[in-house]
């Protein structure tokens, strides 16, 4: 049941009119019947998965919080780290058998066979469910929230459950803190119209990102990314460019609709992107860029490692790990290992050449400034979105190696041609209105300005935008949601 389907819109209309008409003490276990359903729609066997670990994870936070009572200071601390360990090595053990296995087998093969001592081993069967990588680490989340006693550990089993499950943010996030979305559980909702507004318009620009522009854009980038062989290195930067914008529409894209369907039933989500292609530095993309998952490998692992409180050595250890563990996290292949890597080197690279950029702009105007800075900051974002989107290390060698050496423009044409003018056309329409509107919103709140504007211009910019969608929007070729995979 895709975000983007009818079904979902049918799943949500139901949703939203019962459990604004049930009684309030009965409306958690709506939900979270309604979002174990909605996890079932893709495979019910593993919702039960879920719920594994959805149990571990509560009973480890009880058992912390129970050992908090003991007196003994030793003590508590070896209960409290055990069950931490058991509820991390339990979601880790659970991704490494549905995600990583087959790469780590693969890649055990290879290194035999190189090693002239070939060993066949077993390739594992099953499915990756959908959303694990997401609910797995919100549900780690808590446990470690409540080891550090920012939460206390939730006695409710149900509305735990509903927490690691809520139907809007479960398959591809954002990822949520307990001590922002457990307590709203116990608020009682009353149809707000100005919240249901915001809902709704939000719900609808992540349509448009999605629908209009990402699975727009996705043709020219499939037909390069899948035959990288078949063009030069003027199609393969267009396509790269275009992917730049397609991952980024259809991630925040899901995400606005994530946000606006809880907001519909008086649920505040975190914002998870904010403008990341008007970034500075790398550095300050990642800070734009999936911002829930960018906090909580901050506060989760790279705080604990001893973030920047360290020596220089130790930091740079420590930002490879991070972000290294981050393109691990987005996929069980080299090529996403060999992307966080790449953007963990940018950062580095990016904290040590600090003087000498300092230098060479020294005396520019801040316009220009600003300007060079975001040119330069998405031209390495792009570089590192082939080793993202690259299908295979192979394929990934190969585009580096054509894009250093074939420059010749005639696929370029017959890449615009294969494409369709008018789409190529309607395209670049769209993205430079995308870009025009995030350029002016970074200075004035288009939305709050929308909103207080009159009722026949408001109305006439939603049932415009409506009109578009429905015109222009790839209905029959929307393919899945890009971080469904992860």
């Given at each position: 049941m895709a975000f983007q389907t009818f079904s979902y819109f049918l799943f949500l209309t139901l949703v939203f009119v019962v459990y604004y008409l049930l009684p309030d003490r009965f409306r958690w276990a709506f939900l979270l019947a309604a979002s174990y359903f909605f996890y079932s729609c893709w495979n019910t066997a593993y919702a039960l998965l879920m719920l594994l670990s959805t149990a571990i994870t509560y009973l480890s936070g009880l058992r912390i919080g129970k050992a908090d009572s003991l007196e003994d200071a030793a003590r508590r601390k070896k209960v409290k780290k055990g069950w931490v360990a058991l509820s991390f090595a339990f979601n880790l053990l659970i991704l490494f058998a549905f995600k990583y296995a087959n790469m780590f087998f693969h890649s055990l093969g290879s290194l035999t066979e190189a090693l002239g001592v070939p060993i066949a081993f077993p390739e594992v069967p099953w499915l990756l469910p959908v959303g694990i990588s997401f609910y797995t680490f919100q549900a780690l989340g808590y446990t470690v929230d409540v080891y550090r006693g920012d939460v206390k550990a939730v006695r409710h089993f149900g509305k735990y459950a509903l927490f690691v499950s809520f139907f809007p943010q479960l398959v591809a996030g954002p990822i949520e803190r307990s001590s922002r979305l457990i307590a709203q559980f116990d608020e009682i909702h009353r149809p707000d119209f100005i919240m249901m507004r915001d809902g709704a318009f939000t719900i609808l620009l992540g349509l448009c990102k999605k629908l209009l522009i990402a699975d727009r854009v996705a043709v020219l980038v499939n037909l390069v990314y899948n035959r990288p062989g078949e063009y030069g290195a003027p199609a393969i930067a267009l396509a790269t460019v275009c992917f730049a914008f397609q991952i980024y529409c259809d991630f925040s894209g899901y995400s606005d609709i994530a946000v606006g369907s809880a907001k519909l039933l008086g649920f505040r989500l975190m914002k998870n992107f904010d403008a990341p292609y008007l970034s500075h530095s790398i550095a300050e993309f990642w800070r734009r860029w999936h911002i829930s998952l960018s906090s909580w490998f901050r506060d989760y692992l790279y705080i604990p490692l001893g973030g920047s409180r360290v020596g220089l050595s130790r930091w740079i250890l420590n930002t490879v790990i991070v972000f290294t563990a981050s393109g691990l996290w987005h996929g069980a292949d080299w090529t996403f290992v060999c992307w966080g890597a790449l953007n963990g080197l940018y950062i580095v690279l990016g904290r040590l050449t600090s003087p000498l950029r300092d230098r060479l702009l020294h005396g520019?105007?801040?316009?220009?400034?600003?300007?060079?800075?975001?040119?330069?900051?998405?031209?390495?974002?792009?570089?590192?979105?082939?080793?993202?989107?690259?299908?295979?290390?192979?394929?990934?060698?190969?585009?580096?190696?054509?894009?250093?050496?074939?420059?010749?423009?005639?696929?370029?044409?017959?890449?615009?041609?294969?494409?369709?003018?008018?789409?190529?056309?309607?395209?670049?329409?769209?993205?430079?209105?995308?870009?025009?509107?995030?350029?002016?919103?970074?200075?004035?709140?288009l939305r709050e300005k929308l909103y207080q504007c009159p009722l026949l211009l408001r109305w006439s910019v939603y049932l415009g935008l409506l009109f578009i969608l429905i015109l222009f929007g790839k209905y029959n070729e929307s393919p899945a949601f890009i971080y469904f995979q992860f």
């Open positions: 520019a105007k801040n316009s220009v400034r600003s300007l060079w800075t975001i040119i330069a900051t998405f031209f390495f974002t792009c570089f590192a979105w082939m080793f993202f989107r690259a299908n295979t290390m192979a394929e990934l060698l190969q585009i580096l190696s054509r894009l250093c050496s074939v420059w010749e423009l005639n696929s370029l044409g017959t890449l615009i041609y294969q494409v369709n003018g008018r789409e190529c056309l309607l395209m670049a329409v769209l993205l430079l209105f995308l870009l025009l509107t995030e350029i002016i919103g970074k200075r004035v709140n």
